[in-house]
């Protein structure tokens, strides 16, 4: 039976439907993600990991975000959690003059943009907790799930990537969704054993990287973040085209490992239904059914059946 990774990028709430509407599309053509051997979650991404980890079906997924009927195991799953978090996206006023939040991170990570942009950033004010508590009464009394789960967070003050799962420190997995999920100047970081981290989309909206060595026979990357090249003036300024590359890079990686790779990015209408405020829930149920139309007219391509053929045999019939 082939070997699957799966990868699931950042991206906010718009980001999270976006997993929504493809891994539905995956569902319906016969490749379930939760019988992936392996899931790497940033961000949105970390959260639509763990909940696929907890058991929720992935044809479910976009029924749920457009008020359509949800199963039974589905509705179970949902039931233990209370429903859906409800975040509240205002800021707090700053108690003192909003200094960088990671001094630190400047020295750190002198050579990676972004990292550097986000030790300049105030530390954010919106607590995640509420992430966390949701992920963690899906899963009961277990710490982490027993299928392999990898959430990428970042450490504010030494710039390191942190693979939650694969390396230590070991927090409860809601614990690292909420650190991983934690953006910069927005939410508040998230404190672990003396450390405090940020959103893994810091380092890589994707994070796809990690899969190089694993030697796995498909490799799944779905981002958010980044477009097709049809959509990248979609919105303009805009910094996809700048994440299409790095995703490019990576998968270019991945692939002369020897596996196969079956990207889903973003495409025009797509783009248009996401908007320019990935936290805008007002856009979750426009982006679910955009991006599940994207991904079906995918996945009906003849030039992606063969890696299609490939996940469909790891699933059950």
């Excluded at 992920?135 to 942190?162: K, Y």
């Excluded at 409860?172 to 999920?181: F, I, K, L, N, R």
């Excluded at 030039?303 to 996940?311: M, S």
Aim: hydrophobic letters at 40%.
């Amino acid at each position: 039976m082939p070997s699957v990774g799966v990868v699931l990028g950042a991206g906010g709430i718009v980001g999270a439907a976006y997993h929504a509407g493809v891994l539905t599309a995956l569902a319906e053509a016969g490749f379930d993600a939760r019988d992936a051997d392996l899931i790497v979650g940033t961000s949105a991404g970390s959260a639509v990991g763990a909940s696929l980890r907890a058991g929720f079906p992935p044809l479910d997924l976009a029924a749920r975000n457009l008020g359509a009927p949800i199963s039974a195991e589905a509705a179970s799953i949902v039931g233990r959690t209370g429903g859906p978090p409800t975040l509240n996206l205002r800021p707090r006023p700053f108690s003192r003059a909003p200094f960088p939040s990671s001094p630190k991170l400047l020295v750190n990570s002198a050579r990676h943009p972004t990292k550097v942009l986000t030790g300049l950033l105030p530390t954010g004010t919106i607590a995640t907790d509420v992430i966390g508590e949701r992920i963690s009464l899906m899963f009961g009394d277990r710490t982490w799930p027993e299928q392999r789960l990898w959430i990428c967070a970042v450490d504010l003050e030494h710039g390191d990537r942190v693979v939650f799962g694969r390396d230590p420190p070991d927090p409860a997995v809601g614990v690292a969704v909420q650190a991983s999920s934690a953006i910069p100047g927005f939410f508040r970081p998230v404190e672990h054993e003396g450390r405090r981290y940020v959103d893994g989309g810091v380092h890589s909206p994707t994070n796809a990287d990690l899969l190089t060595d694993e030697r796995f026979d498909v490799v799944v990357i779905i981002s958010p973040m980044s477009a097709t090249r049809l959509a990248h003036g979609a919105l303009l300024p805009n910094v996809r085209p700048m994440h299409a590359r790095r995703l490019a890079k990576e998968v270019d990686h991945i692939r002369r490992s020897g596996a196969r790779v079956l990207t889903f990015q973003p495409t025009p209408d797509v783009v248009s239904a996401m908007g320019r405020n990935s936290m805008d829930p007002n856009r979750r149920e426009r982006t679910t059914a955009a991006a599940l139309a994207s991904a079906r007219e995918r996945l009906a391509d003849p030039r992606v059946a063969e890696r299609l053929e490939l996940l469909r045999s790891t699933s059950p019939a």
